[in-house]
């Protein structure tokens, strides 16, 4: 099992859904969690950083972490064309390295 | 605007040359990190700089490898004897001001071997 799975897709919508991203991961250690969003030839953008389980809200971005579950989720509401990107997740454990373990993306395509 | 400033922004060379990845920061930080990207795939972590030292590399940051902070600003990667499969992004980041802090990405070198 890979330590954190992510769907490739596409995910494509219509402009104005509200985007539901996940990742699942098997490392019980996991504490920290990132979401990046990637446009096309640039680097991740950090767009959410959280710690261990619950809601963070940023704008039109909501992370959520269940840890019991081992999975993680990034919301977008009102999505724009402008949010069409390849969005990453990463987590790390709080000790030992703190080098983040990615995911391989999904990309989104939020169409007009 | 990123936060790492990555040249070139595009490097072709041909196999077994050496090539030179620069990262600027913007600020003065004290920990830095390679990571790589090959198309398609994930990214996948290279090597961490602390203070002027490497404190972690993965398997694939081999003796084919190298990084320097040659003058305390600029930050190297150092590719020797390049293979085709070293084609990739290669991406230089820092971190925030202790190793708890995310990584924040530069734009990226995008290497192509031929």
């Known amino acids: 099992q890979k330590e954190v799975e992510q769907d490739p897709g596409p995910l494509s919508v219509p402009e104005g859904a509200i985007v539901s991203l996940n990742c699942t991961y098997s490392?019980?250690?996991?504490?920290?969690f990132m979401w990046y969003r990637q446009y096309s030839r640039k680097g991740p953008e950090l767009l959410m950083y959280?710690?261990?389980?619950g809601n963070k809200e940023d704008g039109r971005f909501t992370a959520q972490v269940d840890k019991s579950s081992k999975y993680i989720s990034l919301f977008i509401r009102d999505s724009q064309p402008s949010d069409s990107a390849t969005y990453l997740c990463?987590?790390?454990?709080?000790?030992?390295?703190?080098?983040?373990?990615f995911g391989r993306g999904t990309s989104l395509i939020v169409h007009p | 605007e990123p936060e790492v400033t990555q040249t070139p922004s595009h490097q072709v060379t041909q196999m077994g040359q050496e090539v030179i990845l620069r990262c600027v920061p913007i600020?003065?930080?004290?920990?830095f990190y390679w990571y790589r990207q090959i198309l398609g795939q994930k990214v996948e972590f290279l090597v961490s700089f602390y203070n002027n030292e490497i404190s972690e590399k993965s398997e694939i940051f081999d003796d084919q490898f190298s990084v320097e902070r040659p003058d305390g600003s600029n930050f190297t990667l150092k590719i020797r004897s390049t293979k085709l499969e070293d084609s990739a992004m290669y991406f230089c980041?820092?971190?925030?001001?202790?190793?708890?802090?995310?990584?924040?990405f530069g734009d990226g070198t995008r290497l192509s071997i031929l």
């Open positions: 490392n019980s250690a996991f504490q920290y």
């Open positions: 990463a987590m790390r454990s709080s000790g030992g390295s703190y080098i983040p373990t």
């Open positions: 980041a820092r971190g925030g001001g202790t190793s708890n802090q995310p990584q924040h």
């Open positions: 959280t710690y261990s389980s």
């Open positions: 600020s003065n930080h004290l920990y």
